[in-house]
């Protein structure tokens, strides 16, 4: 079974704008990381946030967590179409060295 | 570029066969860890292996089974192939020296069709 759920499932902009994706998960958790995926190719890794941080930018990403509410987001500004991916947040859970990932949401970035 | 190099990238296997998957990890990373990912899902935890030891599985039957060697490259073994294992096998590798976690990268994956 799935522990993260992104929201939404699939996403449609127009290149320029900001593309904004939410996870959310059950247990606690020692960090959590997100992942783009290009069609039927292996995982990219993005951003890794530790539990005791709020908020991580890396170039055009932007990575919130609240652990509070067990929700994170990714933001990415000013997209391209380059961008057109599935993206993964994966959970560590507190004890475990296995990560969960959830469903993905598709973003389509439209030229 | 991760590091993190898979083979075969395609392959086709009959049900009831067997499969081997490799993966080199990336230079230094002590940790590999396997997911299988099905058509429009997310991936899925398999195992992991530490230091050539089984360190964590996920929900998967026996007749999956894996190996680190000692230059911690690895192995995935899948017996009495179904059609349902047809899926992209990831490897990930990481460093284990903290509980706060470590990035893990991903290879490019084996994509397996069972027919």
């Known amino acids: 079974s799935q522990q993260g759920e992104e929201d939404p499932q699939a996403l449609s902009i127009q290149e320029g704008e900001n593309a904004t994706m939410n996870c959310s998960y059950k247990t606690s958790i020692n960090n959590l990381q997100w992942y783009r995926q290009n069609s039927g190719r292996g995982l990219v890794h993005l951003i890794l946030?530790?539990?005791?941080?709020r908020e991580k930018h890396s170039g055009r990403l932007r990575v919130t967590l609240d652990t509070s509410k067990k929700s994170s987001s990714l933001l990415i500004t000013a997209s391209r179409a380059a961008d057109t991916a599935s993206y993964f947040c994966a959970t560590g859970p507190s004890g475990t060295y296995k990560y969960i990932f959830g469903t993905g949401t598709r973003l389509k970035v439209l030229a | 570029e991760t590091g993190v190099t898979q083979s075969p990238t395609h392959l086709i296997k009959t049900r009831g066969q067997q499969v081997t998957l490799r993966c080199s990890s990336q230079?230094?990373?002590?940790?590999v860890s396997w997911y299988q990912q099905a058509l429009g899902q997310g991936p899925q935890f398999i195992f992991q292996y530490y230091r050539e030891e089984e360190n964590g599985r996920g929900n998967f039957p026996p007749r999956f089974s894996g190996l680190q060697f000692p230059n911690y490259s690895s192995e995935l073994n899948v017996n009495a192939l179904e059609l349902d294992d047809s899926a992209l096998y990831l490897c990930?590798?990481?460093?284990?020296?903290?509980?706060?976690?470590?990035?893990?990268?991903f290879g490019e994956g084996s994509w397996l069709t069972v027919v």
């Open positions: 990930a590798s990481s460093l284990k020296d903290s509980r706060s976690g470590n990035t893990i990268y």
């Open positions: 946030i530790r539990s005791n941080e």
């Open positions: 230079s230094g990373h002590n940790t």
